[in-house]
């Protein structure tokens, strides 16, 4: 297990000291790092301590807690192509933040924000949850999961549409795509709390995950309870997606590359792969936000449009890959 | 923040005025006279026409121009007719002249063209000195000349009374939604400049519609940041005017300065933002009157 969880560290690590290198202001190394932890009260220190650092720990919080989701709802379906933003889980959290965001909810009560994407993640889950069925077949899972996205995009195209706002109908692309640019310390302490519950209840699900690759029947006799395991699941998925997709918007297919790439490097056991791919998914948004910033740092390039390139492919890649099995 | 104040007209809106036009073909109307029933279709050339039109010669304003936020002259809009930049709404108030911007759409003005009423595009100001062209353009096209002459005088010499009182320049930036900035060749550089302030984005290598990175922002240190005030409903957009590091900005040095309607059109109010932030200078500066 260390074999692969110490090089992942040391991965993640790296990146976050990058992520917190690099940016347009351009300064020296030791220069920076002297601000961020003297702090000198200077522009710089402003820079590192307002600007870079929420940017740093939203990426490894909403990248690890992606990855983390995922491998839990591969693991209870049995089915590789589960994922939280494929699925339309992200896409309805986003239609609860925007919803709290535009019905002045946000506003009049703090937590009113990650409270409704909260609710919005929980309602896509369950409603895909109760389409797709419990055995999660490959079909039903993905055309759940479409009928939900494409309804929960919709429904936040249209708020956004109906916002008083002019410059509310252009963030479309936020939510549906995702963005770490300019966060703030106050989205990381609105996101916090709700992803610590959900990743407190997503990691605990190991055992229970590792039983249910011997089947369903094979699982209740060792004394795994299904339905409360499918209830922890799905609260959990919901607190981590919706917390994250409140401050940052939907980020798709980190769910899914990161334990397709690991699960054969843990011995493809659940509870294993749970932690490798929080670890993991905290390194492929750290280094999404970091190309974000170096490959056009003047487009506010979205985050979701770099793991979509490289998870959609890769979609692909599991769609051939199961069908070839099938037959 | 310029709105385009023109709906699409439908083609119900186009068969219409095509059949009004045949019916009225050939009615075209001479500019020797004043104008005695003038629509303005654009923010802008609304509040130049108050401003200059005689008694009873402006008829209908864009329905903009009753709104606070984006109209200094939003009282004074209620007294006329409001229109939402559709060519069959205008054209059924008869006017013998249409004033209209440069961003009104182009199908409505060309409509109106064809049918036979003359229309007048103004530009959008870019600068200080576009004001007083425009204020004089406006004076010759309603045949309101020597009002325009008395108001392009109590401009300039408010202005350079303004321009005169600066003795040191702090540094600002104009920070909008989006992170944008603007330069000297906008009428808001060119406002920010008149008040006595170093334009702290344009020294850093920023320029007028660039994207002007928080961290640079931040590492130019400037003595105050100018942001818009944001519009009702919620946006990412505007949030970023509002995040910690701009925040710190704007509450330790300056209280809140933030552009509003009287930065938006090229019209004498120019002068009343410049005052603005005059007083936000000599708080910085510390000098007395």
Redesign the interface.
């Known amino acids: 297990m260390s074999r692969v969880m110490i090089p992942l560290g040391l991965l993640v690590a790296a990146l976050m000291l990058a992520s917190l290198l690099i940016g347009p202001a351009g300064v020296g190394v030791g220069e920076s790092l002297s601000a961020l932890v003297a702090g000198d009260g200077g522009p710089l220190t402003l820079v590192m301590r307002e600007i870079r650092l929420p940017r740093m720990i939203l990426a490894v919080m909403i990248g690890g807690s992606l990855g983390l989701a995922g491998a839990a709802m591969q693991g209870y379906l049995r089915n590789p192509l589960a994922e939280p933003g494929l699925i339309g889980v992200s896409g309805s959290a986003a239609l609860g933040a925007v919803l709290a965001l535009q019905t002045g909810l946000a506003g009049v009560f703090e937590l009113g924000l990650p409270l409704m994407a909260l609710a919005g993640a929980l309602g896509g889950v369950t409603l895909v949850m109760l389409l797709a069925g419990p055995r999660g077949g490959s079909l039903t899972l993905i055309l759940a999961g479409i009928a939900v996205s494409a309804l929960a995009g919709a429904l936040t195209s249209l708020v956004l549409n109906l916002s008083p706002n002019p410059f509310a109908a252009n963030e479309i692309v936020f939510w549906m795509m995702g963005s770490l640019a300019d966060r703030s310390m106050t989205h990381v302490w609105l996101a916090l709390p709700f992803m610590a519950v959900g990743v407190a209840i997503l990691t605990s699900l190991g055992r229970g995950l590792d039983a249910l690759t011997l089947g369903e029947d094979a699982a209740e006799a060792m004394g795994v309870r299904l339905k409360r395991l499918r209830l922890q699941l799905v609260f959990g998925t919901a607190c981590v997606v919706g917390a994250g997709t409140a401050v940052a918007g939907a980020i798709g297919f980190v769910g899914l590359v990161v334990p397709h790439i690991l699960r054969p490097l843990v011995g493809a056991r659940p509870s294993r792969l749970l932690w490798a791919s929080a670890l993991g998914g905290a390194a492929m948004v750290l280094a999404a936000d970091i190309a974000v910033r170096v490959v056009l740092p003047s487009r506010d390039l979205k985050l979701g449009v770099l793991t979509a390139l490289v998870g959609a492919p890769l979609f692909l890649h599991l769609i051939l890959k199961l069908r070839k099995e099938r037959i | ?1 310029r ?1 385009s104040e023109v709906i699409c007209a439908g083609w119900i809106t186009r068969l219409g005025a095509l059949a009004l036009a045949v019916l009225t073909a050939g009615r075209a109307v001479a500019q020797q006279e004043a104008p005695a029933r003038v629509v303005s279709m654009n923010l802008c050339t609304d509040q130049l026409a108050m401003m200059l039109a005689g008694e009873g010669q402006l008829h209908s304003v864009s329905y903009i121009a009753r709104d606070r936020r984006a109209s200094a002259m939003a009282e004074e809009a209620e007294a006329y007719v409001t229109n939402h930049g559709l060519a069959e709404e205008i054209y059924l108030m008869q006017p013998d002249l249409v004033i209209a911007g440069e961003f009104s759409t182009q199908a409505t003005t060309a409509m109106l063209k064809r049918l036979g009423i003359p229309v007048v595009v103004f530009p959008a100001a870019s600068s200080l000195d576009d004001v007083r062209e425009r204020i004089t353009r406006m004076g010759a096209v309603l045949h309101r000349k020597d009002a325009a002459q008395d108001l392009v005088a109590s401009y300039d010499r408010r202005l350079a009374a303004l321009r005169a009182e600066v003795t040191e320049r702090p540094s600002a930036v104009l920070y909008y ?3 944008y900035t603007s330069g000297e060749n906008t009428l808001a550089g060119q406002i920010l400049t008149a008040a006595g302030f170093g334009n702290a984005a344009v020294e850093a290598g920023y320029g007028s519609g ?2 002007l ?4 922002l ?4 400037p003595d105050a940041v100018i942001t818009a005030r ?11 005017m509002d ?3 701009v925040r ?1 900005f704007r509450e330790a040095r300056v209280g809140a300065t933030m552009t509003d309607h009287d930065w938006v059109c090229g019209t004498p109010y120019v002068l009343r933002a410049i005052e603005g932030l005059g007083a936000a200078r000599r708080e910085i500066t510390g000098s007395v009157e």
Not at chain 2, 218 to 221: E, G, S
Not at chain 2, 230 to 240: D, H, I, K, L, T
């Open positions: 923040m709105r939604a989006n992170g660039m994207k990175p928080l961290e640079v931040a590492m130019t240190d944001p519009y009702p409903g919620a946006s990412r957009s505007e949030e970023v995040h910690p590091a710190a």
